[in-house]
């Protein structure tokens, strides 16, 4: 069955980086892709980006494209995101979900369990 | 950016009620639309891709329809485990960032 484990919870202070990884089995990972959506608290689901595991080709929301890195290990089936420059409105969890991406979709069809990461000084 | 906008943002219902939820789309999306329920302390699952078709798995109950900007969710006959937030998506590879509406949380009358 298809599983994406994520890594535990983080707290940082403003400015500083945190890199949640995200490690999945039961599946070819190659063939689909990662996206990343976080939910701050009580509030809904934001769609942050999602990187290829074919060929690391990314997309990123504009909100978080000059401070986010997404990537991939193919050699342990695993991906990571990277957010910079931390700031107390990004508190939130943050989801990994496997995607399956065509030629005219990108789907998210399973998700991780979820990462909290508190921004606080 | 296209913005995808639900009603209503809570529903109140008992168990064994037909209810529907509505997700519109600020232009056309064609019917690159999924559903997605979500519960407390939960990640999202998904029920509906392509605006109709059922995830494997998913209670034949759960049913989605609509194409272009308009969509809807139905659950046929309200379990007491149906009882959650839900999200609609649009995943139009051409047309990112990939937005949620803002959830539709569906609550115990």
């Known amino acids: 069955q298809v599983q994406l484990v994520q890594s535990g919870a983080e707290v940082k202070k403003p400015g500083a980086s945190v890199k949640v990884s995200c490690k999945a089995s039961g599946y070819t990972f190659h063939i689909y892709g990662i996206s990343w959506v976080r939910q701050a608290p009580g509030q809904g689901l934001e769609w942050m980006g999602w990187?290829?595991?074919?060929?690391?080709?990314?997309n990123y929301a504009q909100k978080v494209h000059d401070r986010v890195s997404m990537t991939t290990d193919t050699s342990t089936s695993t991906a990571y995101m990277e957010l910079r420059s931390l700031r107390s409105d990004d508190t939130a969890v943050y989801y990994c979900?496997?995607?399956?991406?065509?030629?005219?979709?990108?789907?998210?069809?399973?998700w991780g369990q979820g990462t909290l990461v508190t921004v606080s000084s | 950016d296209i913005q995808m906008t639900q009603s209503p943002s809570t529903l109140s219902a008992s168990v064994g009620d037909r209810v529907t939820i509505t997700c519109r789309a600020s232009q056309s999306i064609s019917s690159w639309l999924a559903w997605y329920q979500q519960k407390p302390g939960k990640a999202p699952k998904l029920l509906i891709y392509k605006a109709s078709s059922l995830e494997s798995g998913v209670p034949s109950r759960f049913s989605g329809s609509g194409s272009g900007t308009e969509f809807t969710l139905t659950i046929s006959s309200l379990q007491p485990d149906d009882f959650a937030t839900y999200y609609c998506q649009q995943y139009h590879t051409f047309s990112p960032p990939y937005t949620f509406g803002q959830g539709t949380k569906l609550e115990i009358k």
């Open positions: 979900a496997r995607t399956d991406a065509g030629g005219d979709y990108v789907l998210i069809d399973y």
């Open positions: 990187i290829s595991a074919y060929n690391g080709k990314t």
